[in-house]
Structure formats: C-alpha cells, structure tokens
C-alpha cells in the first residue's frame, strides 16, 4: 500500500490518538507541576515527618519504573479500594512520576536563589510564607524553566505507556493499526515523526517563548 | 552553659533608655567564638560606625540585631524591650517569630550588594514591604515610596528593574526600600564596599541627608574612615570580636589611645 493511502485509510486514527495523547499530555503536565511544587516544598520543610514523607515519595518514585507505577495505579490500588478509570490512573500515573523528578528542580532552584534575597526579605519583616511567595518562588521560577522544558519533553514521551492499560492514545492506535496491517513501517513511523513533531516544533518552542517572556518579566534579559 | 536570666531586666526603664542595646551578648559559629560578652548602648537619634580589621565580627553584630542570626547568650535590647527573649513567667525567655517580628520592625537594613529584589521595578521594590507587611493601601505605600525616592534621587528611575540600574542607583534604592517601612534604627553594612569610586558620593550623601534629620538611630560598618570621621557621633573599634576602644571620632582617629587601635588606623592611612 502506498503510503499516501496508508495515510487516508488510517489517518483519522492517528488523529483521534494524538489527540488523546495531547490530553494526557496536558492533564499529565498539570499534574507534575502541582506534584512537585508541594513536595519540592515539603522536602524543603523543617518539619522531619512532613520532610521524610516527601523524601519518601521522591525516593520511591525516581527509583521504580513508570510503567510499574502505572500498572500498580490501575490495577493494584482497586484492591485496596482507590479504583480510577484507565483514563484517569494514565495521567494520574505520569504526572505523579514526572512530578518527583520536579519537585527536585523545584528545590534546586529554590536553593539557587541568593541567600542575600532570604535576608532583604526577613529585614523588611516578610513572614516566611510571604517571602516564599513574594520573593523566592518568582526567582526559583525563572531559574527552573529551562530543566523544566526538557521534563516537559519527558511527560509527553511518557504519556505512550498509557497506552498500555488500552487508553486510545496515538501509541494505542499505531499497534492497533499495526495488528490489521503488518506495516510496522508505516504505522510507527507515523507515530514516530507525529511524537517529534509535538516535541521539537510545538513543546519546545513554545517553553522557549515562556523562558524568554519569564526572563523579561523580571527584568533578566 | 545555661545562663541565669534573672540578671536581665524584662525591660529598660527610666528616662534614657538606649533604642539599642547588646547585654552580655555572645556569639560562636561551633567552637569558634566570634562575639564574646559584646556590651554596647546605641542612644535614640545616634549615628555609631563600627569599624575594625577584616574578621573582627562587625557585620555580625549588626546581622544579630536584624535577627539574621541567632546569639548564643545575653539580649538585644531594642527601644526598651527585649528583642532576642520575651517574657514568660517573670524571667525571660527565647522570643517567638512573633514577638520577633513586631520588635523586628522597628529595624531595617542595607547589605554590601543591595539584595534588590530583581523580578521587581525600584518602586515595587520600596512597596513591597508596606503593602504585603504593614497592610497599606497601594496608593498610600506607593505616596510613600516615591517621596523616599525622590529623597534619595531615584523616582527618575522608579520603572526600571534593578538590572538597568548602576550599583550606587541600586543601593540607593535599597535605602529608600528599607526606610519605606518607618523603621527606628537604621543598619548599614558596608553599604559603599561594592561600589565604583565615582558613586560612592552619591550614597554617602543620602545617609548623610539621614543623619541631618536626626530622627534615626543608625549603626553603620564602613571601611571610609573620612567618611565615619565626619558623620558618626561615636567610633568603635571592634577588634578579635571584642569593642577595643570607643570614643567620639575626632577623639578616636586623632588621639586613639589603644594600641591595637593605632596600628590598625595606620594600616589603614598608608593602604590609602
Ligand atoms: N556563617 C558563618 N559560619 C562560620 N563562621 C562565620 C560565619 N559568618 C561569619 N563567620 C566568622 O565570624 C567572624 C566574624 O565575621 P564578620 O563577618 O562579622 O566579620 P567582619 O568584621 O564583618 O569582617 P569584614 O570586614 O571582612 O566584613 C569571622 O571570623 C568569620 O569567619
Ligand atoms: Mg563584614
């Protein structure tokens, strides 16, 4: 089959997939940032339970594989009562994983934050949480975006494993149209460039565009 | 090692009370004692410069009264109450973040390298501490911070972030940033070391402007011996973490009468 027919035979597969994995991307994505901002700052606590816990997550999430993660969400927690539907335990899964390498870029770029910042806080009187907000976190923000851009990259590769617990994302549809076709060529070849193209020509520029605005903003560039 | 509190008055009393003042106070970084049985009284309106070889703990006294660092003995007093302690069962006890924080606001600070905060313009700099910490409305803070601005000659430059402003411009800046917040002693660190040669009139001015006032206790470390001469009511001479000689500064640069005194006053003359 030419590959221009393959193409308008199963084209609208590959479509409906992407955009399956576009959302898990985005809800993926939404998650980790919440995920790593609250343990970045919990690791941070000088609380030792609340510092442990963190540690804990981070440790066990760094340190096991996404797609054990992934089958332990959707398959294992229903036995202890959490049951989430396949849609839900995919993201759910990538962004608690993804989280726990952020919240290690949220609190290295905390800690790169001048101490000198700390101290002009504390001199004006700032409580600890309104020098968190009002002075820390904007600068550690600017200084962690541009790990964040490759973590990014990393969520949108890591959202194919949902396809595994059969979420219909675009890995999902390729070996399904592989399964009636036998043109592994093809198929994962389109699913190969369509995974690039998010990621080199709309990802990354787009979290370049959001360094360099960042940048602007608070008056680096 | 624990202290008898009970020789600590809860408060000064009486008709003179220092706005400051360090009793008994020690400081050690693990084994290294670098502030042993500081004793010293900063009167309402006074301006005092500390000066003193590289290591003689300076910045740290002045780092200890803006609660940047904890003590290891003694109380800081400031305007009659205690500011390291509070009062707990008639004898006195480590503060709470909030009693340190309402007695910390009586106190602001200029650092060597200004700490601007960078993701802000210079006049958001001057409003960040009266709108978040005092609660003003933004239009009183910001009536606030440009009269300060104007001051210290900067509300030309109110825009501009901090990147786009010289280091005398900064500092200045940071001047007006601390003043924003009415403090009653002001503390200055050094505040021209950082500095070209060509802008450190600028900033010298603006403090001298500060002193003419006469409404600030200020407590100031500087390496510009001219410039302490001139504007300080009183010198110390801090020396090996301990005040080896204070006295007003026409008495202490002409007639030192310490030794250690001398040789450092020369040291300083012939690097000149
Ligand atoms: N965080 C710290 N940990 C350990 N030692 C410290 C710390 N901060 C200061 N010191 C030590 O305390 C002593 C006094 O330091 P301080 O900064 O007060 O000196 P200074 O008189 O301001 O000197 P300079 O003129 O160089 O600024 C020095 O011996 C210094 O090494
Ligand atoms: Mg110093």
């Known amino acids: 089959m030419p590959y221009f027919e393959f193409l308008e035979t199963y084209g609208g597969r590959f ?34 339970a609340v510092k442990s816990f963190a540690t804990v997550y981070i440790e066990i999430f760094r340190g096991t594989s996404l797609l054990v993660q992934l089958f332990w969400i959707f398959f294992v927690l229903p036995l202890f009562g959490i049951t989430l539907d396949k849609f839900t335990a995919g993201f759910i899964a990538v962004g608690m994983n993804m989280g726990a390498y952020g919240a290690e870029l949220v609190r290295g770029a905390i800690l790169a934050v001048p101490k000198g910042q ?25 200084i962690m975006l541009p790990p964040w851009g490759n973590l990014v990259i990393e969520i949108m590769k890591g959202t194919a494993l949902v396809a595994l617990i059969s979420v219909t994302d675009l890995m999902f549809e390729a070996r399904q149209i592989n399964i009636s076709t036998f043109l592994s060529v093809q198929t994962f ?32 560039a | 090692m624990t202290e008898d509190m009970s020789q600590y008055p809860l408060r000064l009393e009486g008709d003179n009370i220092p706005m400051v003042r360090f009793q008994n106070v020690r400081k050690s970084y693990g084994a290294l004692t670098v502030l042993d049985d500081l004793n010293l009284d900063v009167d309402a309106g006074e301006m005092v410069t500390i000066i003193g070889p590289s290591g003689s703990g300076k ?5 200890m009264l803006m609660t940047l660092e904890t003590i290891n003995g003694g109380v800081i007093y400031v305007d009659g109450e205690p500011l390291t302690h509070m009062e707990k069962g008639g004898v006195l006890v480590p503060a709470n973040p909030a009693h340190i924080r309402r007695i910390r606001s009586k106190i602001g600070m200029c650092f060597q390298h200004f700490n601007l905060f960078p993701h802000m313009t210079a006049l958001q700099n001057c409003m960040e501490g009266p709108v978040q910490v005092l609660g003003l409305p933004r239009k009183e803070a910001e009536e606030r911070s440009m009269e300060l601005l104007q001051m210290v000659g900067m509300a030309d ?16 800046v940071a001047i007006a940033r601390a003043l924003a917040m009415r403090p009653k002693v002001m503390l200055f660190d050094e505040v021209t070391s950082a500095l070209d040669p060509e802008v450190i009139g600028e900033v010298t001015n603006v403090i001298r402007k500060l002193v003419d006032a006469h409404n600030l206790t200020m407590l100031m470390v500087t390496h510009q011996m001219g410039f302490a001469k001139d504007i300080s009511d009183r010198v110390c001479f801090f020396f090996n973490g301990a005040i080896e000689e204070q006295a007003a500064p026409s ?11 001398q040789q450092f006053l020369n040291a300083v003359l012939e690097s000149n």
């Open chain 1, 15 to 48: 479509l409906e997939g992407s955009l399956i994995t576009v959302v898990q991307f985005v809800l993926a994505t939404i998650v980790s940032v919440v995920v790593a901002l609250s343990f970045g700052l919990m690791r941070m606590s000088s609380n030792l």
């Open chain 1, 118 to 142: 700390w101290e002009a806080a504390k001199a004006i009187n700032m409580t600890p949480a309104q020098r968190m907000r009002r002075i820390i976190l904007p600068q550690a923000f600017v």
């Open chain 1, 189 to 220: 070849g389109t699913a190969l460039i369509i995974y690039y193209v998010f990621a080199r020509f709309l990802i990354t520029p787009f979290m370049r565009f959001f360094e360099r605005s960042m940048a602007r903003k608070i008056g680096r």
């Open chain 2, 59 to 63: 910045t740290t006294v002045l780092r």
């Open chain 2, 157 to 172: 430059k109110r825009d501009q972030h901090p990147s786009r402003l010289s280091g005398g411009q900064q500092q200045r």
């Open chain 2, 251 to 261: 008495d202490l640069f002409e007639n030192p009468q310490r030794e250690r005194t």
